[in-house]
């Protein structure tokens, strides 16, 4: 939102004119002297209970409107509140810390916007009425745990001649190739498939609902500024294993796109899980 400071001849030309008067946000105009918006809300049709002259439902303290995006609203223990559509594809999630009678709003961009607002909604109805929590937090601890678990206890030291640094990729390489596919017994880098969905479960989420996205899609996971689905987390803890195995991204990334055309009719890998990949690898120091 910027302050208009437009002063000419040191005399007020308008009554909106002079410093910090007023100020103009991309789509709106408001004067902070009367508290008032005086332009109509863009998509106010969507609103129809409501004045066009309203911003952020009203309630500024609640439901703050960062970017104007819609938004999926949760309580801070995680649990859905509601949903603002603002008629943007662009979703986003905004959690709500309450600090006696102060609110803030923490907010989350979706690694999958177009595709995961529409899994978000899909879970909201599977889910509602019935108290289940679908989102939750992973922390830098929780993912170096995931690491651990799968017998990367620490990244690979860094390697500075060229031969050292070709014998070290193609274990690396062997080592994430042989246990990329969860089996039940091996493919202890399959993250979704042997840590993600047992989770889920236990939580009391059922991954085989008919109104679930294919019986596949249960819950969403927020680390740093994102929340990811439950396969691009996993793909985010993969990325993250190439990072301890010190394998370039280029390689980790080329992998995982002709392994996508491999098991799924010569499709290139969609962008959402390469970002994930790369979100993962990049965490790792």
Same mark, same amino acid.
């Given at each position: 939102?910027?302050?208009?400071?437009?002063?000419?001849?040191?005399?007020?030309?308008?009554?909106?004119?002079?410093?910090?008067?007023?100020?103009?946000?991309?789509?709106?105009?408001?004067?902070?002297?009367?508290?008032?918006? &005086?332009?109509?809300?863009? &998509?106010?049709?969507?609103?129809?209970?409501?004045?066009?002259?309203?911003?952020?439902?009203?309630? /500024?303290?609640?439901?703050?409107?960062?970017?104007?995006?819609?938004?999926?609203?949760?309580?801070?223990?995680?649990?859905?509140?509601?949903?603002?559509?603002?008629?943007?594809?662009?979703?986003?999630?905004?959690?709500?810390?309450?600090?006696?009678?102060?609110?803030?709003?923490?907010?989350?961009?979706?690694?999958?916007?177009?595709?995961?607002?529409?899994?978000?909604?899909?879970?909201?109805?599977?889910?509602?009425?019935?108290?289940?929590?679908?989102?939750?937090?992973?922390?830098?601890?929780?993912?170096?745990?995931?690491?651990?678990?799968?017998?990367?206890?620490?990244?690979?030291?860094?390697?500075?001649?060229?031969?050292?640094? =070709?014998?070290?990729?193609?274990?690396?390489?062997?080592?994430?190739?042989?246990?990329?596919?969860?089996?039940?017994?091996?493919?202890?880098?399959?993250?979704?498939?042997?840590? =993600?969905?047992?989770?889920?479960?236990?939580?009391?989420?059922?991954?085989?609902?008919?109104?679930?996205?294919?019986? &596949?899609?249960?819950?969403?996971?927020?680390?740093?500024?994102?929340?990811?689905?439950?396969?691009?987390?996993?793909?985010?803890?993969?990325?993250?294993?190439?990072?301890?195995?010190?394998? /370039?991204?280029?390689?980790?990334?080329?992998?995982?796109?002709?392994?996508?055309?491999?098991?799924?009719?010569?499709?290139?890998?969609?962008?959402?899980?390469?970002?994930?990949?790369?979100?993962?690898?990049?965490?790792?120091?």
């Amino acid at each position: 939102m910027l302050r208009d400071d437009d002063v000419r001849d040191k005399k007020l030309t308008s009554y909106n004119e002079g410093m910090g008067n007023s100020y103009s946000t991309e789509y709106r105009f408001y004067d902070n002297r009367a508290g008032r918006w &005086l332009s109509l809300d863009p &998509l106010a049709s969507k609103f129809p209970w409501s004045s066009p002259y309203v911003a952020m439902g009203n309630n /500024p303290v609640i439901f703050t409107d960062v970017r104007g995006d819609s938004a999926f609203v949760f309580d801070n223990d995680l649990k859905y509140v509601n949903s603002i559509d603002n008629g943007k594809d662009n979703w986003e999630i905004n959690v709500l810390h309450k600090n006696g009678n102060s609110t803030s709003t923490q907010v989350f961009n979706l690694n999958d916007p177009i595709n995961d607002s529409e899994r978000m909604k899909t879970l909201i109805e599977v889910y509602e009425g019935k108290n289940k929590q679908f989102l939750f937090y992973k922390s830098e601890r929780d993912e170096v745990n995931y690491m651990r678990g799968s017998g990367l206890q620490e990244p690979l030291s860094k390697t500075s001649s060229i031969e050292g640094y =070709l014998v070290q990729s193609f274990i690396s390489s062997l080592f994430l190739a042989n246990n990329s596919h969860w089996d039940g017994k091996s493919g202890v880098l399959d993250f979704w498939g042997k840590d =993600l969905i047992v989770e889920l479960v236990n939580k009391g989420l059922n991954p085989l609902s008919e109104k679930n996205n294919k019986g &596949l899609l249960i819950g969403f996971f927020i680390t740093g500024t994102k929340a990811y689905n439950d396969m691009d987390y996993g793909n985010r803890l993969w990325g993250k294993a190439a990072g301890y195995l010190r394998l /370039p991204l280029w390689f980790v990334k080329f992998g995982a796109n002709q392994d996508n055309k491999n098991h799924h009719n010569g499709e290139n890998d969609d962008p959402a899980d390469q970002r994930a990949i790369e979100d993962g690898w990049n965490s790792v120091k």
